[in-house]
């Protein structure tokens, strides 16, 4: 069935160092692709997107990754700082049919000072 | 604050009781969508509105949960005789096709109403 997992459930970091997070996905049809940030008490926020079209996007600070061939997702965070300290998801939906977005489990990211 | 609110944001019950939750969309947005999220894991797909039209539903809302937004604008999620295993986040997002942020479907999220059942 469809799945969004990611490889680690934890990850830290020095401050000021980049931060890479990674994600599978098993569904070759979804067309879009969405990191999502969570800090403790709050709902997910968006950060970034990409399509299926899509090898790389690049935000504020952030990048995010596409690679169809093994169906990996990875989001690159530069210059981490303490307040990037959170949980990150990934989902996938499609951006016809419905819109229903499916989430992996999360990686949370600590930030070290 | 023009983001997604939720009512109420605790809420403790004891098991077969019933229970009502409360999502306002932000106001522009036509979609909305309800998801569970338990400890540890991804918010769970429960369901997805276009403006007053429930258009999809997750095998996980039994038939103990009903959803509606009758006028379009805000949502009521109910869930009757509250088991353990519904303790969870329940989380409301909503989003419009004509005010992205991003390149799709971004969603917008509300704090979550806490559930947990005695």
């Known amino acids: 069935g469809e799945s969004v997992g990611l490889h680690l459930p934890t990850l830290s970091v020095q401050e000021g160092d980049n931060s890479i997070i990674n994600c599978a996905y098993s569904?070759?049809?979804?067309?879009?692709f969405i990191w999502y940030k969570q800090e403790s008490g709050k709902g997910p926020q968006f950060i970034i997107d990409?399509?299926?079209?899509?090898d790389k996007r690049q935000g504020q600070r952030v990048t995010v990754l596409l690679n169809k061939t093994v169906k990996h997702l990875s989001l690159q965070i530069a210059a981490t700082q303490p307040g990037d300290s959170a949980v990150y998801f990934c989902a996938e939906n499609k951006i016809t049919g419905g819109f229903k977005t499916i989430f992996g489990a999360g990686t949370r990211l600590f930030v070290k000072a | 604050d023009t983001g997604v609110s939720q009512n109420p944001r605790h809420k403790i019950t004891k098991r077969g009781q019933n229970v009502t939750f409360r999502c306002d969309p932000i106001s522009e947005h036509n979609r909305l969508y309800w998801y569970r999220q338990t400890l540890g894991q991804g918010p769970e797909f429960l369901t997805y509105f276009q403006n007053e039209a429930q258009l999809e539903k997750s095998r996980l809302l039994s038939d103990r949960f009903s959803a509606e937004r009758p006028k379009g604008s805000f949502s009521t999620l109910e869930i009757q005789r509250t088991e353990q295993g519904d303790s969870a986040m329940y989380l409301c997002?909503?989003?419009?096709?004509?005010?992205?942020?991003?390149?799709?479907?971004?969603?917008?999220f509300g704090p979550g109403t806490r559930l947990t059942v005695l």
């Open positions: 997002a909503s989003s419009s096709r004509h005010l992205q942020v991003g390149l799709g479907n971004e969603q917008f």
């Open positions: 569904n070759s049809a979804s067309d879009y």
């Open positions: 990409i399509r299926s079209n899509m």
